[in-house]
């Protein structure tokens, strides 16, 4: 008789374990924001060498919060230089085309403050809110001379 009957062999049984799984833990919104940047600044925050900055132990990024929060509302455009290294892209505003809240904005910047080794503080939805109020008539992006100027 063709074709001839699959011979399926039953897997040994196996004894249900008592142990429970450790529960994975959940992604911070920072982190969960940070797959958009990602694709750039690499899951590692190392960047790409020449063309994207690392976040991973740069000072842009771990110095006064003014400057990553004035970033990701409005984006930067080179040159820039990053551990010695200058970059010359460019970066949109992170919520371009779709408005981030305070929140989003606090919730990404921290945790590239935070992450890759970066010991720089937490960033509170009330500072990117006076970070968006002072700078809500910007139309391009910042160069590296204007955010060197942030306070």
Do not use: F
């Not at 020449?50 to 929060?69: D, N």
């Not at 230089?81 to 460019?90: E, L, M, P």
């Not at 981030?100 to 509170?124: E, F, K, L, P, Q």
């Amino acid at each position: 008789k063709w074709p001839p009957t699959p011979i399926v062999e039953s897997a040994p049984s196996v004894a249900a374990s008592t142990a429970t799984p450790a529960a994975a833990e959940p992604a911070s919104p920072g982190a969960v924001a940070y797959t958009r940047c990602a694709v750039c600044h690499t899951p590692s925050g190392e960047g790409m060498p020449g063309v994207y900055p690392p976040l991973a132990g740069s000072s842009w990024v771990t110095g006064p919060a003014i400057r990553p929060i004035a970033v990701v509302l409005h984006g930067v455009q080179g040159p820039i230089v990053v551990k010695g290294v200058t970059y010359s892209n460019a970066m949109m505003p992170y919520g371009t085309g779709v408005p981030m809240s305070d929140a989003a904005v606090a919730a990404v910047v921290t945790h590239i403050r935070s992450g890759w080794g970066n010991g720089a503080s937490a960033v509170t939805e009330a500072e990117v809110a006076r970070v968006r109020k002072a700078t809500a008539g910007r139309t391009t992006p910042w160069s590296a001379a204007e955010l060197t100027a942030l306070r």
